[in-house]
Structure formats: C-alpha cells, structure tokens
C-alpha cells in the first residue's frame, strides 16, 4: 500500500505511572522536543490539558472495587478523569467495548464531550445499542516487544509456558482474552516471518510496525487520524518518536508484508475481536 499524502498523527497515551512530578516532565520535555503528546493525571499535575488535545478512557474491568462495569461506573470513572486532568471537557471519551448498557450519554452533551476530527462508523457488534454516530475507535493496545517477551524470546514462538505475571498466563481473565485472540497457528508462523524480516532488514520489530501504520496503512492524518503511542521511560519515548519520523519503510519491506498479510488476513484481529473474547469467556 502506498504512502497516504499526509502521515498519521501522534498521540501519546499510556497509564505509565510516575514516582514524581520531575520524572513525568522528564517524560513530557521529550513529547515538546518532537511536538507531540496526550496522557491524563500529569496532563492534568503540570497543566497541559489547556495545549493538548485530550482523549481519554473507561477505568479498565479489572479494578477490584468495581468488578463489572454498570452505567454508574462508567460515568463517574469520566468525572474522575476530568477531576485528574482539571478540564471540564475532553475531545473523545472511549469504553473498552460497544456501549451495551444505554448509557446517557446526554449527561456529556455539550461541556463534557467536544466533536473532535473522528469519523463516522457503525456499530458492528450484534449486541450493541449504539446508534449511528460520530464516535471513535478503541485502538488494540500493543507494546513494543523486548528480548524478555514469550511471543519473541525464540523463533519457536511458543506460548505454552508463560510466566503468571504475563498477559499470556492462561489462568487469568486477561490471559484467557490474549490467548483466544492471539495464539493461533497462523498468527505465530506469521510473527516467526515477521522476526527474521527485523533480522534481514536491520530493523526492530517495533519500528516496522510503527512505520508501517503511520505511512502505509490506510490513517491519514490530513483527516484527523492519530496512532497514539507509549513507553516505560522518557528514554523509550524518544526512541519510539525517532522511528516514526524516519518515513515511509521501503517498497521492499513494504511488499514482504503484504504478502505475509495475505497468510493471516482471515484470521487476524478486528475491531471487535477482544469484546467477542470477553464474551465468550464470561
């Protein structure tokens, strides 16, 4: 696929947590350096919500004093994040899944919520109430892999034995999620071609896949299209931020992916994937 006309914006998003309000700037002075950022609480500490646009999300399912979400706690895990970020509004609030509970989402209308440059998409899940509307998506978080990672440790590309403390631990609820949506036959002989292009090209696995999303798949950013990017240390984020300034990945590397795509295109991850995960684990 070819470049679109304008790269994809960045955005930077994640639920690092900072032992201080330096190691956050830290952080921060790197976002300024390459003109870019978003996140919530320190946003919010060192009074960045007035520069940034700022997105948002849910409180994750996992927290144990609120096992399972209901419209109540949704919305006043929103209220929470205004209160975090000292803003009475935010561009997008996003929900880790279709809104199944008829939220009213009235309750946002007009301070709360602004139109920010999303399109629009139709609801794809058959249990979801959601009508029509200018919403946005959800991206599927993926982490830059290190050489301590089950899925790249070896060319074998096992995930039979997986630590506990791994989102790949079968016993746990997000495990069970990760090993229906991931651990497949196609998808792992994929990541086995997927390494040995990183080894050929002299590239990491990272930054092809950075690259590739900003400059060859279908976002543009003339339209508003973000990827949203995070890191462990202020030193990662400049690393990350490097390689999606570097351009376009080569007609080559360009070419060998899609023709790996066209092994995995009918099983590979969808918008939906991981709510359909969930709901059939629960």
Same mark, same amino acid.
């Given at each position: 696929m070819t470049a679109p006309n304008t790269p994809a914006n960045i955005a930077y998003g994640a639920v690092t947590v900072f032992s201080s309000v330096d190691e956050a700037q830290q952080t921060y002075d790197v976002l300024a350096k390459h003109k870019d950022g978003?996140? @919530?609480?320190?946003? +919010? @500490? *060192? +009074? *960045?919500? +007035?520069?940034?646009t700022t997105t948002t999300k849910a409180p994750t399912f996992q927290d144990k004093s609120n096992p399972g979400r209901t419209k109540e706690t949704i919305l006043s895990g929103a209220k929470e994040s205004f209160k975090q970020l000292r803003v009475d509004k935010v561009a997008v609030y996003l929900l880790h899944s279709p809104d199944t509970l008829k939220i009213n989402w009235k309750l946002f209308s007009g301070p709360a919520l602004s139109r920010g440059p999303i399109r629009e998409v139709l609801p794809k899940s058959r249990k979801s109430t959601a009508s029509p509307r200018r919403k946005a998506s959800s991206p599927q978080s993926t982490k830059a892999s290190t050489p301590s990672s089950p899925e790249t440790s070896s060319t074998s590309c096992s995930l039979s034995n997986t630590p506990s403390a791994s989102r790949w631990y079968r016993r746990s609820i997000i495990g069970k999620i990760y090993n229906f949506a991931y651990n497949k036959p196609e998808l792992l002989e994929y990541l086995k071609e997927y390494i040995q292009l990183s080894k050929e090209t002299g590239l990491s696995q990272a930054e092809i896949a950075y690259r590739w999303v900003r400059f060859h798949a279908i976002l543009d950013g003339a339209r508003g299209d973000s990827i949203i990017v995070e890191a462990s240390s202020p030193g990662q984020l400049e690393e990350t931020l490097g390689f999606v300034e570097r351009g376009p990945l080569s007609e080559d590397v360009v070419w060998? *992916?899609?023709?790996?795509w066209e092994s995995v295109k009918d099983v590979a991850l969808h918008h939906d994937t991981m709510f359909n995960a969930s709901s059939s684990l629960s």
């Open positions: 978003d996140s @919530e609480k320190w946003i +919010g @500490e *060192l +009074g *960045l919500a +007035g520069k940034y060998k *992916l899609q023709v790996m």
